[in-house]
């Protein structure tokens, strides 16, 4: 039960991804609502490259998603309590391969991907807000609606909203990658974390057999 909560939350998360140029992040709400739309625009309209190539789900990530996930952010709060035991200088290895293992997972999850509906909260003030919890449900025939959050912070210096974190019924993303790592650094540390996130990353991802069937709902 825990990994399928975990794989909504990822799924759900991929809605996040949207083309910078048109995508409005002065609001939290319009934005991860935008983000979806578009998202599912791309993975109906490509699944000929995704059918042929499954790594080119990869590329729709790295593209459309991690510009708009503060996985910097991310991936310190997932340190939690080890952050003061980790070399400063191993930091910004760290952070990439967290970046990257965010791509590969997120593609993971795409893959399984098949005619789940979203339909997001509608827009609110966020005036004086800095930390925003923008919520959505996913919809599927014949199952019950799974609650989502998505925990989105603006940065303080470019007054932009990014996503850090998604929880599904309960489940937070970042507290599982914690619990994740947690085991790992307390007991070989940092250069073991980033070894394994490099074996994760070089893993090729594989479609279902089922047919990959995306469905845009756009109601409120």
Request: aromatic share 8%; hydrophobic share 40%; charged share 30%.
């Amino acid at each position: 039960m825990f990994k399928k909560v975990i794989g909504v939350v990822l799924l759900v998360g991929s809605a996040l991804s949207f083309n910078a140029a048109a995508v409005d992040r002065s609001n939290p709400y319009d934005m991860v609502k935008e983000a979806g739309e578009r998202t599912f625009a791309r993975l109906h309209d490509e699944q000929a490259l995704i059918q042929k190539d499954p790594n080119h789900l990869r590329v729709i990530m790295n593209e459309e998603l991690l510009p708009y996930i503060d996985y910097k952010y991310a991936a310190l709060k997932v340190l939690g309590r080890y952050f003061g035991q980790t070399p400063r200088e191993k930091i910004p290895e760290y952070m990439q391969e967290f970046r990257d293992y965010l791509i590969n997972t997120y593609a993971t999850v795409l893959a399984q991907y098949d005619n789940q509906k979203v339909v997001f909260q509608p827009a609110q003030d966020v005036e004086d807000d800095s930390n925003v919890t923008v919520r959505a449900l996913i919809q599927e025939p014949g199952r019950p609606d799974i609650k989502i959050a998505f925990k989105v912070r603006k940065n303080d210096k470019t007054e932009e909203w990014a996503a850090y974190d998604m929880v599904a019924e309960g489940t937070s993303l970042l507290s599982a990658k914690r619990s994740e790592l947690e085991g790992i650094l307390g007991k070989d540390g940092i250069d073991a974390v980033i070894k394994m996130l490099k074996e994760k990353n070089a893993e090729s991802i594989t479609l279902p057999e089922k047919n990959f069937n995306v469905v845009n709902d756009q109601s409120e």
